[in-house]
């Protein structure tokens, strides 16, 4: 696969509000490095050569070329995303090439994606159209009836949705042609609307969202065993 033409969006325009302090969550340090700073790293070495485009709300952006002039990261472009992620996404779309086969959209507080997920996902992705990481969850589940009753839920017909969500260009571009709407949740959501099938692909438990403070003890952990390997 060459991957000089795929493009990567990085959408990092979230406030952070679940995770509280001071600074929203993708500029947090893990192991002493921004949790963003990681995610763009790792993307790059996944992909050698790919466009890697980071969206940032407009108030964030010098504060990002403050804090990355610090550390060695990847050479990435910034674009000011919109509203809601949907917008923040097709701002991300607009920054790219048209020379781009695939396009990837990763959640800028997701930096544990291994290389050969990654690289996985994009071959599902140029195969099928599309491919979105999903893994089984391992709780159980009930959906509430009403203001006290419940039934179960089978959780092995359920799948954990994760990113990164990756797109042949044309098929994303194609569905980001339209308004925005509640029930996009994510970008597969946009590209089922659009009409298009979704395939899904094995994902990884270490592919976490970095949401909450319980997140950063998780993350600190997965740094350490990945330092142990």
Known sequence: MDTTKTGIIIVAAGGGKRMGGSIPKQFA???????LVRTINNFAKSFAGAKIVVVLSADKVDFWHNLAA??????HSVVVGGKER????KCGIEAL??????IAVQDGVRPFASPKMLQRTAAEAAKYGSAIPVVTPVDSFREVCGDDGSTIIDRYA???????QIFRADILRAAYDTDFLPSFTDDASVVEHAGYKIHLCEGERNNIKITTPED??????????????
């Open 29 to 35: 340090l893990v192991d002493r490095e921004p949790i």
């Open 70 to 75: 610090r550390f060695r990261v990847a050479r």
């Open 86 to 89: 949907f917008h923040s996404v």
């Open 97 to 102: 090439s048209d020379a781009v086969d695939l």
């Open 158 to 164: 359920l799948r954990i949705v994760q990113t990164p």
């Open 216 to 229: 950063m003890i998780i993350a600190e952990a997965i740094t350490e065993a990945q330092r142990q390997q």
